[in-house]
């Protein structure tokens, strides 16, 4: 599976993918639907649109961290 980076991407572009996945964006912030932010499942940290990744075949977001980027890793050792 090949990466793809949308780190360059337009903001609008972001905005747009985030809320074709059923989230919100406000702020810059990721927000459920509900308006709580969305939080990195690895970290317990608010997900901001400039610092996320979106794992490959999925609509999981996380922060752009080492430490969430590792635990995904450890837990899904094919994916990334």
Known sequence: MKLISIRQAPKEFK???VEAMGYKVEDGRILLA???NYL???CDTPVKIDHMIIV???TLILDDNPLSIAAYDQDHPNVL
């Open 15 to 17: 905005v747009a993918l």
């Open 34 to 36: 509900n308006g709580e």
């Open 40 to 42: 990195d499942p690895y």
């Open 56 to 58: 490959p075949g999925s």
